[in-house]
């Protein structure tokens, strides 16, 4: 099992473009998450899914979209970039209910100039 | 709404010595804790799983204790290497109206010295 992919680990994106964060999990997992870490500060969840066609927001999701086309792929969109959003995003996956652990992706490293 | 909190927030100790780790967290009424690894500039590896039943885990070096009804677990880890240098965090998962999410600790930050 790859376990959880991103792509890509870094991005440099000019203030008003847009991109999308591809993330990927081969364990059937239904739970989804998407977080991003800033420098020294902890993690803040940005949206999250329970399943196909269900998302929700996280703490922080102003600026950001989902969409949760298969239990396998949940990309985050960045529409309009922004200096606030330079950050580390990183995906996650949970096996709820069994075994509810929860698993990371290595990471998307994004500067927004 | 749940809290975590890890304290101290940063740690440095000399090698050989035993790393005590700890995780507070105001609602009891959790399903599992967990306990990640992250590494400067990498992503979060898990480290421990422990279900709202157990008392702890252990993992080689690594022992996790839970207790549900103070709202504390505690991950120690033994004879420290500078290899165990790195941010570890906790994590509680509970079944809130808010949806079913992990609630992250600060996190403490450690550092072994050679």
């Known amino acids: 099992n790859a376990g959880v992919t991103q792509t890509p680990k870094f991005r440099i994106l000019k203030i008003g473009q847009s991109m999308t964060l591809q993330c990927t999990q081969d364990?059937?997992?239904?739970?989804m998450y998407w977080y991003r870490q800033d420098p020294g500060m902890g993690l803040k969840l940005i949206y999250y899914s329970v399943g196909a066609g269900i998302t929700d927001k996280g703490e922080v999701p102003n600026g950001y979209n989902v969409s949760r086309s298969t239990t396998e792929d949940f990309p985050l969109r960045l529409e309009l970039a922004a200096p606030s959003q330079t950050s580390v995003y990183f995906c996650?996956?949970?096996?709820?209910?069994?075994?509810?652990?929860?698993?990371f992706g290595p990471g998307t490293r994004l500067t927004v100039l | 709404k749940q809290e975590v909190t890890q304290i101290p927030a940063a740690l440095s100790v000399p090698e050989g010595e035993n790393l005590v780790l700890n995780c507070s967290f105001t609602d009891s009424a959790i399903y599992n804790l967990q306990w990640f690894r992250q590494d400067p500039g990498k992503g979060l590896t898990s480290l421990l799983l422990?279900?709202?039943?157990?008392r702890e885990q252990t993992s080689g070096r690594l022992n996790a204790s839970l207790d549900k009804s103070s709202g504390r677990s505690t991950l120690y880890i033994a004879a420290s290497q500078p290899g165990d240098s790195a941010t570890y965090l906790c994590?509680?998962?509970?079944?809130?109206?808010?949806?079913?999410?992990?609630?992250f600790g600060g996190g403490t930050r450690v550092l072994v010295k050679p």
């Open positions: 996650a996956s949970n096996g709820f209910p069994s075994p509810n652990e929860q698993f």
């Open positions: 994590a509680v998962w509970d079944l809130s109206a808010a949806g079913n999410k992990l609630t």
């Open positions: 422990i279900q709202s039943s157990q």
């Open positions: 364990m059937n997992h239904n739970y």
